[in-house]
């Protein structure tokens, strides 16, 4: 290849995002706890929407979302011209770091926070500015002391991704105080619904122009195949996201499920009931079993081992259980597995791949 093609500043410092496995040669039972899906599946009307959607492949979908706008509005009590949706709250993410970030520019994460925050502060230009945690706690005064001139964005995810842990709202809010009004905080909200009474910073969001949020169907909807997410912020911040958004970057497909999902709260009430308590029991047994690990508010847990070593030993204790969890060492965390939380079955699994590797150790 040519030395004179190369790409612009920033693009060769990304590294490839690395997706939970998915696949043990051999196996057929696999289960894949290592990507925080939803051991539930998805709710049935969402599947038979897209589908209905499916006959009209020839029509281009709707560009403005409405739809979808209104349906995640009337559900959340939100204001529909201040939605975007996305192909999942990655493409949001990117929206926000194409339209404010930019060569000279620099974009705030967390250590340990999410891989995405960073890798679209890069494919935008801007350079990335990590911000230490303390005790795997997103650290709001070392976020402050980091902003320069130059700081356009700062992410946080809350609950964070893999940590599992939550800022507490006073914290979130003297954040938001703290930065200068030229520089917008994003809430990634992905695990929001996991968390009782949540709802992801909306009086924030209300109280400071400069504060927006991400959410998913990914994660408790459990359309992680499907790609669907969407923010909420400022009407000025919500436009411009829009002039570099893709007119048509949602298909019909996606739209309906996304609509029909949203107004299931129930299934939502029954996924967080039901993760709350497996969350619970699987703690329950780490703790038992002499494994470290911080509480969680999300649909998973940051199981942390005594070194690299016997974290690496453990998950392919796990594999030769049938068991796909998520090492975090790209996070900065080389002792830990990241575990998502399964159902009641899916748990004993784990339980029994656990207290055999103690015991085999
Ligand atoms: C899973 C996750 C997302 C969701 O990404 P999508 O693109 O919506 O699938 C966003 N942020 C964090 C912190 C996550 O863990």
Redesign the pocket.
């Known amino acids: 290849m040519s030395e004179l093609i190369s790409p612009k500043p920033g693009v060769d410092r990304i590294e490839l995002y690395v997706g939970g496995e998915s696949k043990i040669d051999g196996r057929d039972d696999v289960l894949k706890l290592s990507?925080?899906e939803n051991p539930l599946g998805f709710p049935d009307a969402a599947g038979a929407a897209l589908a209905d959607a499916a006959t009209q492949l020839h029509r281009y979908p709707s560009s403005d979302h409405a739809g979808l706008r209104h349906a995640i509005a009337e559900t959340h009590g939100l204001d529909p011209d201040r939605i975007i949706c996305?192909?999942?709250?990655?493409?949001?993410?990117a929206f926000l770091c194409n339209a404010y970030g930019g060569e000279g520019t620099e974009v705030i994460h967390s250590a340990h926070?999410?891989a995405?925050?960073r890798i679209s502060a890069l494919a935008a230009g801007s350079d990335p500015v990590e911000v230490a945690e303390r005790e795997r706690v997103v650290d709001v005064d070392g976020i402050l002391n980091a902003v320069t001139e130059k700081t356009r964005l700062v992410f946080i995810?809350n609950?964070?991704?893999?940590t599992g842990t939550m800022l507490g709202g006073n914290e979130v809010a003297r954040l938001a105080a703290g930065l200068p009004q030229d520089v917008i905080l994003v809430l990634?909200?992905?695990?929001v619904e996991y968390v009782e009474g949540h709802d992801g910073g909306v009086a924030l969001i209300e109280a400071h122009p400069n504060v927006v949020m991400?959410?998913?169907?990914?994660?408790i909807y459990g359309l992680?195949g499907l790609?669907?997410?969407w923010g909420y912020g400022a009407k000025e911040i919500i436009d411009n996201l829009n002039r570099v958004r893709g007119p048509f970057n949602l298909s019909e497909l996606q739209l309906a499920a996304a609509e029909t999902a949203v107004r299931d709260t129930g299934w939502v009430a029954r996924c967080r009931a039901e993760n709350t308590r497996e969350r619970a029991r699987l703690a329950e047994a780490l703790a038992r079993l002499g494994v470290a690990c911080d509480r969680s508010e999300?649909n998973f847990l940051l199981a942390r081992f005594a070194s690299e070593e016997e974290a690496h030993a453990c998950e392919a204790h796990f594999q030769s259980f049938g068991i796909l969890v998520r090492k975090v060492g790209s996070y900065g965390l080389p002792n830990g597995l990241r575990i998502t939380v399964g159902t009641a079955a899916d748990n004993d699994r784990v339980i029994a791949a656990l207290t055999d590797f103690r015991e085999t150790q």
Do not use: C, L, Q, V
């Open positions: 990507s925080n996305g192909a999942g709250s990655d493409e949001i993410i926070g999410f995405m925050h995810a609950p964070a991704n893999p990634d909200g992905a695990y991400t959410r998913t169907f990914s994660k992680g790609r669907i997410g999300a």
